[in-house]
């Protein structure tokens, strides 16, 4: 076989290896048994058997299987895991065992290996939208006396700053980007609420400023069923034509490569092309992942003749095979670096082919496939990238298998790849940087303007 063969050859057992969905597994791999067990609600009291078998499992599956404990645990984690092990004394009850078991996923460093949220008894929340913006913490709509605007200051007695601060030892993450953009929903669940000792007879202080003035509101816990505000949710894949401004906007906010992305994909290709748009955005400022394969699709459709993707390491182990069915059970592979070229594959529909200016829209929630997308379009140079730092790293872990504790039952996700960027040269990075920095302000959420959108037009006028 000619040496230019073998290369096409390489490519393409790449490209089907990096188009896993790279950040969830098959909902019938969640189990590691074949009978399921009935997860714990908060008030269930567990043995300290049945905590300590759960806490061995859980430490010998992140052994296993995640590609930073290929040659073992760090000196920190077994100290942190042995201080864990002299917690489980007595009996507890499943919402305390669940945040000890919890610090194990926290000394990963990777927000794709997390515990997953568990229940408690009434699913109860705080009927309030808060967000951690670049400045602070503020309340986003209107609720009880509570107004769009206002800062929070603290929550019970407790500075908003501590509570963050708390929760960066309680999060699993791999910036403070990703936990400010989780510290608000965090703030308002009651399993986070109790283990930071806020709740008082069912309700949360909260302490905000309003201009010059402070004001104390007693919001009480409530359940999500009755209580919870809801809002119509847009479709998950949209778009958006400017003629105007010779400006198509195209949403994704999951990352799910099916006929409706394609579908959608073509149809936004050809209004650009009926209008003669210029300017194309991508907006996946909300999206937290799913399938890669959406980033070739889309790039399918621009004038270019190759570009670098992402190389993947892969950690083998028993889980792999079952899960992800792979012919080895044990072992490690690592990438030929040089070889993460890939010829773009064209769209079946020539006439649609774009050749303006590109754009990638982000922000803290950016998050896996989310994150390929627009680290693929800045490693490559293929297009401007604005917003606010990714919540997560460029080169991280993903590709997740799944498993559950045999006595609580919480569930859990676990990588077994390591993803590299495209360009090593851009490394170490705890987040894809835009080129150009636009933060949301609370002025922003007030007037109902969108900064980042703003900021978009603002640089395509200039061009």
Known sequence: MKVKNILKATFFILGIVLSIDCSSAKQSSWLNSTKPVPEATGNKILSVEEMTEDLEYTISVLGDVHP????????????????????????????????????????????????????????????????????????????????????????GDRPVDELLNELTYIIPSENPHSIHSKAGSSLIREAYLDQLNLIQNDSVVFLVERGNNQLKVNMPLVTRSNNFSKKATKPWVRFEINKKLSLGIFTLVSCRYNDEYKNKLKDFFTEAKKHNIQHVAVDVRNNNGGNSRVVDEFLSYLKIKKYKTFSGEIRYSKATAEQRNTP???????????????????????????????????????????????????????????????????????????FQMPNSGFRFSCSHKKWIRPDTSNDPEDGLYPDVTVYTTIQDIIQNKDAQIEKLKAVIKVK
């Open 68 to 155: 930073k404990t290929y040659r073992g645990f760090s000196k920190k984690q077994n100290r942190l895991f042995e201080s864990l092990r002299s917690k489980i004394t007595e009996p507890m009850d499943a919402q305390k065992f669940y945040f000890i078991a919890n610090k194990i996923f926290f000394s990963m460093r990777d927000a794709h290996t997390h515990l997953y949220p568990m229940k408690n008894e009434k699913n109860r929340f705080i009927d309030l939208k808060i967000e951690w913006l670049k400045d602070g913490l503020y309340v986003k709509d209107d609720v009880d006396k509570l107004k769009k605007g206002d800062r929070v200051i603290a929550i």
């Open 328 to 402: 080895q059970d044990k072992g490690y592979k690592k990438p030929i670096l040089r070889l993460n070229t890939r010829y773009n594959r064209k769209c079946p529909y020539p006439e649609l082919m774009f050749n303006g200016k590109l754009y990638i829209l982000i922000s803290a929630k950016t998050f896996s496939s989310a994150n390929w997308f627009a680290v693929i379009v800045k490693d490559n140079k293929l297009g401007t990238v604005i917003g606010e730092p990714t919540g997560n790293a460029p080169t991280s872990y993903g590709d997740i298998l799944m």
